[in-house]
Each structure stands twice: as C-alpha cells, then as structure tokens.
T-cell receptor, first 117, second 110 residues
Framework: ETGVTQTPRHLVMGMTNKKSLKCEQH?????MYWYKQSAKKPLELMFV???????ENNSVPSRFSPECPNSSHLFLHLHTLQPEDSALYLCASSQALNRGLGTDTQYFGPGTRLTVL | GENVEQHPSTLSVQEGDSAVIKCTYS??????FPWYKQELGKGPQLIID?????GEKKDQRIAVTLNKTAKHFSLHITETQPEDSAVYFCAASKRGNLIFGKGTKLSVKP
C-alpha cells in the first residue's frame, strides 16, 4: 500500500455535525495537500501545507478548516456541511513544495468517502 | 490559470491491444506532467511522469510522450491486461500545484 494513510475511510454525517478527517504520511515528506474528488469533476485542490505552514487555500468555504500540527499529520475539520460537500476527500504528500528535481511528485492516500445527509 | 483537457472520457479495448489517452494543457510554463491510475475504492497511484526537458519516457508497458510546442502529452499502454482497467488521470503542474484532467475510464475486456 501507500505511505499515506487516511482515517476514517467512510464517514456519514448530518449537516449540523462536527467531524474531522485525519491524514498521516510515513514518507518523510514536508508538503501535504487536501483534494476534493466529486463525480464527473476533476480533482480539486483545497489546501496546501509546506513545513506545517498553509501556503494555499483555493477559495474553500470556511466550513472546511485544515490543521497541520507537524509535517507528518494533516487534519480537515468539518462543520455545518452541505449535501453538495459529499465527495471523496484525498490527502497527498510530496517531498517538498515544488523545488523541482522530483521533489514535487505527489503521493495520495486512499481517501475518505464523505456523505452529508 | 492552467486548464487540462483529457480525452477520451471512456475507452474500451480488447486484452492485448494498445490504449492511448491524450491530454492538452493551456499554460506553456507547466513543466511537470504525471499520470495517475485510480482503482475502485483507492486513491490515485502515480504510474509514470515526465518533465518538460524530456520528450518521451517509458516504463515496461507504459510510455508517455510530451509535445511542448503543441502543449499536449499522451499515455500509451501496450499489451493491455484486465488489471489495467481503472480510471486514469493526467495532470499538469508548475510550482507544485497539480491541475488534473477529468479522467479516462479504461476497460480492458478479456
């Protein structure tokens, strides 16, 4: 399997719930990413962290709140979601944030399938 | 910003035949082009990638070609096998942010 793990693998939540997705990478990488994958749409980049500092936020609604306590762990905190937020949420990591020479190759986890009722 | 178009959206081939998936990108500054394979219930897995200083790269049955002038790149799978059935995504990147195509669902019939 991959060096990027995600928990839980499946999550069903109501619109008023608060939940968190967890990602852990065992590759010694310094950059981590959250993507959203919806049916019939390209993977959408949500957040990028480099050395635990957020470097990109692609106009994601505030009901999604990322947290990166260290270079191995990444969380996505969810609250008051909408049914259209149902999707597969993927975490990825890379050696560094685009320093070229292969450091930008991203490795994905298996994803969390989120259903919002 | 960068835009990546991927064709076809679905592709069905007979086992042993070749499969070709094509992508075009819009930003001439993009310099890194990975291909990912995603099986049901799994995350995307990198299968091959190419950088803008190279025109072609091969790894066993898989090859990728890049035409920087035309801004397109292609994935070639030879001697396809049933286990090649999956969704394949191309992506283009500059400065580390991957922009993905919409994916191609490849079905290999035994």
């Amino acid at each position: 399997e991959t060096g990027v793990t995600q928990t839980p693998r499946h999550l069903v939540m109501g619109m008023t719930n608060k939940k968190s997705l967890k990602c852990e990478q065992h590759l010694g990488h310094n950059a981590m990413y959250w993507y959203k994958q919806s049916a019939k749409k390209p993977l959408e980049l949500m957040f990028v962290y480099s050395l635990e500092e957020r470097v990109e936020n692609n106009s994601v609604p505030s009901r999604f709140s990322p947290e990166c306590p260290n270079s191995s762990h990444l969380f996505l905190h969810l609250h008051t979601l909408q049914p259209e937020d149902s999707a597969l949420y993927l975490c990825a990591s890379s050696q560094a944030l685009n320093r070229g020479l292969g450091t930008d190759t991203q490795y994905f986890g298996p994803g969390t399938r989120l259903t919002v009722l | 910003g960068e835009n990546v178009e991927q064709h076809p959206s679905t592709l069905s081939v007979q086992e042993g035949d070749s499969a070709v998936i094509k992508c075009t990108y819009s930003d001439s500054a993009s310099n890194y082009f990975p291909w990912y394979k995603q099986e049901l219930g799994k995350g995307p897995q990198l299968i091959i990638d190419i950088r803008s200083n190279v025109g072609e790269k091969k790894d066993q049955r898989i090859a990728v070609t890049l035409n920087k002038t035309a801004k397109h790149f292609s994935l070639h799978i030879t001697e396809t096998q049933p286990e090649d059935s999956a969704v394949y995504f191309c992506a283009a990147s500059k400065r580390g942010n991957l922009i993905f195509g919409k994916g191609t669902k490849l079905s290999v019939k035994p």
